[in-house]
């Protein structure tokens, strides 16, 4: 495989990480409603599925910020005849060169933060196709050699290490568990600390009953509600 260009520089902002991700999200999962309005984008950031942190942007702040992603090119405005208000497209496959892969894991990372290959498999089942989890590490390293994902330290009790967009101000530090975090002080009696093993399946397991509730959501289509 010949080696690919590096990604463009740029650093995005947390609310410019949002509207991105969701504009990405909703172009690969409801195509039927894209390119999106200005309501569409501001219910797709403040949804509650497939989202961390939950945030409760207004009307102005995403017209702010998709004027902002506008002038680095990364939005495109749409007005199309019969239209009655203006559509918001992203633009992201043509700045940065990428395939439907590529923005699909890129776009849950910008909505979600750091995952391991095992979540971002399940969580870009919406999105595109993966033949296996071979086929996402592959993907990410190639997103690795353009510099626009990092891998991280696995946490304490986990297998898989974990990824990173380096699109946004988010991407630039590592959220890595300290491993002092369960060590038992042994002053007076010990208390018993939660095995990393086990705090490990509970994250797990909520973060599958998470995306069950998202693909239920998304079946009764009450995100864009």
Same mark, same amino acid.
């Given at each position: 495989m010949e080696p690919m260009e590096p990604m463009p520089e740029l650093t995005l902002d947390a609310d410019q990480a949002r509207v991105l991700g969701c504009l990405i999200e909703k172009a690969r999962?409801?195509?039927?409603?894209?390119?999106? &309005? /200005?309501?569409? !984008?501001?219910?797709?950031?403040?949804?509650v599925s497939n989202r961390d942190p939950i945030v409760?942007?207004?009307?102005?702040?995403?017209?702010?910020?998709?004027?902002?992603?506008?002038?680095?090119?990364?939005?495109?405005?749409?007005?199309?005849?019969?239209?009655?208000?203006?559509?918001?497209?992203h633009a992201a496959d043509e700045i940065f060169g990428l395939n439907d892969k590529d923005? &699909? /894991?890129?776009? !849950?990372m910008l909505l979600r933060g750091p995952q391991t290959p095992g979540e971002l498999r399940q969580r870009t089942s919406r999105y595109v196709e993966f033949t296996g989890l071979a086929d996402i590490e592959a993907t990410l390293e190639q997103l690795r050699s353009r510099n626009a994902v990092v891998r991280l330290e696995r946490r304490p009790g986990q297998k898989e290490h974990r990824y990173q967009e380096l699109l946004s101000d988010r991407g630039t530090g590592d959220e890595r568990v300290d491993e002092a975090e369960f060590v038992v002080p042994m002053t007076g009696?010990?208390?018993?600390?939660?095995?990393?093993?086990?705090?490990?399946?509970l994250r797990t397991e909520v973060d599958e009953l998470k995306a069950r509730f998202g693909r239920l959501l998304d079946a009764l289509g009450v995100d864009d509600v």
């Open positions: 999962t409801t195509p039927d409603q894209y390119p999106m &309005s /200005l309501n569409g !984008v501001r219910v797709a950031c403040n949804q409760d942007y207004s009307e102005a702040a995403v017209e702010r910020t998709l004027r902002q992603l506008s002038d680095q090119g990364l939005v495109r405005m749409v007005h199309r005849p019969g239209d009655r208000v203006v559509k918001y497209r923005l &699909s /894991l890129l776009a !849950v009696a010990p208390e018993p600390a939660v095995p990393a093993r086990e705090l490990e399946e």
